[in-house]
C-alpha cells in the first residue's frame, strides 16, 4: 500500500546536536511538508517542496533545514540554532485537491 | 490572510449522543476546509474535505460538515457518539487560488466520550 513513513519514531537530542528526521513517500506525489505540533497550538508549517529541488519556508523555518533531492524523500535537519525543538513533528504529501497524507510522525525530545 | 477557529479546546459527550465540533475560518478568496482526525502519537487522518461542490460532505466513520458561508463556518457532526470516536479533531483551510495548497489549522479540539 502507498504511503508515508516517517523515522525514527522516536527520537532524543542533545543540547547542541544537529539531527535528521526521515520522510519517504511511495505515492508519488509532487509536494511534501513537515509541520510541527504542540500541544494546545495546532500544527504549525515548517518547510513546504512543490517540486524536486525547490522549496519554500513555512511560518516556523528558522532553526530548520531541508533537502528535496528525490521525489520521494523530504528530510529534515533540526539545528542546534532550534532552541526550543521538543516537539512533535508531522511529513505530509499532497495530491491536489485532495487533502494531505500524514506519516505517523517522529517525537524529538531534548535530553 | 486566512485562519480557523475551533471553538472549545475540550469537548465531552456520551455514548451514542450527537457530536459537534465547531470550526469557523476567515477567507478572502474560496476555500478548501478538512477536517482530521488524530488519535495519540499517530499521524492525522482525513475524515471529509469541501472543495466548493455540495455545501453538505458526507465522511468516513460517519461523520458530516456542512459549508455555510454566510455563518464562515464549517461544523463536524455525528448524529452518535461510539467511544472509538474520542480523539483529537483538526479543522483546517486552504487557499484555493494560489497553488501552494498550505493549509492552516486550528488549534484543534479534543473529544471524550464518556460511557
Known sequence: DGGITQSPKYLFRKEGQNVTLSCEQNLNHDAMYWYRQDPGQGLRLIYYSQIVNDFQKGDIAEGYSVSREKKESFPLTVTSAQKNPTAFYLCASLNPPRGYTFGSGTRLTVV | ?115
Open chain 2, 1 to 115: 490572510a486566512q485562519s480557523v477557529t475551533q471553538l472549545g479546546s475540550h469537548v465531552s459527550v456520551s455514548e451514542g449522543a450527537l457530536v459537534l465540533l465547531r470550526c469557523n475560518y476567515s477567507s478572502s478568496v474560496p476555500p478548501y476546509l478538512f477536517w482530521y482526525v488524530q488519535y495519540p502519537n499517530q499521524g492525522l487522518q482525513l475524515l471529509l474535505k469541501y472543495t466548493s461542490a455540495a455545501t453538505l460532505v458526507k465522511g468516513i466513520n460517519g461523520f458530516e460538515a456542512e459549508f455555510k458561508k454566510s455563518e464562515t463556518s464549517f461544523h463536524l457532526t455525528k448524529p452518535s457518539a461510539h467511544m472509538s470516536d474520542a480523539a483529537e479533531y483538526f479543522c483546517a483551510v486552504s487557499d484555493s487560488t494560489s497553488g501552494t495548497y498550505k493549509y492552516i489549522f486550528g488549534t484543534g479540539t479534543r473529544l471524550k466520550v464518556l460511557a
